[in-house]
């Protein structure tokens, strides 16, 4: 069970919209993913804002970006 940042209920009630595939992918990470990476939803970086971001330290860092 990978750990998500911010929680799936608190990235569902922030004032950015949720898409049901950011959603489907969100709790299939969490559930089905290596419980040692970070799983990080709509993260700011220099402006710019991915879908998530999985680092798993020692290992690497994912980027993506959903389409629905």
């Known amino acids: 069970m990978a750990k998500i ?13 949720v898409e049901q595939g950011e959603l489907y992918l969100l709790n299939y990470l969490k559930e089905e ?4 990476a970070e ?8 402006g710019e804002r ?3 971001v999985i680092i798993k330290e020692g ?6 970006e959903v389409k629905d």
Request: overall charge negative; some cysteine.
């Open 5 to 17: 940042i911010p929680d799936i209920d608190k990235a569902i009630l922030s004032r950015q919209k």
């Open 39 to 46: 799983v990080y939803f709509q993260p700011c970086f220099n």
């Open 33 to 36: 993913f290596d419980p040692e």
């Open 59 to 64: 290992v690497g860092v994912i980027i993506i």
């Open 50 to 52: 991915p879908d998530v």
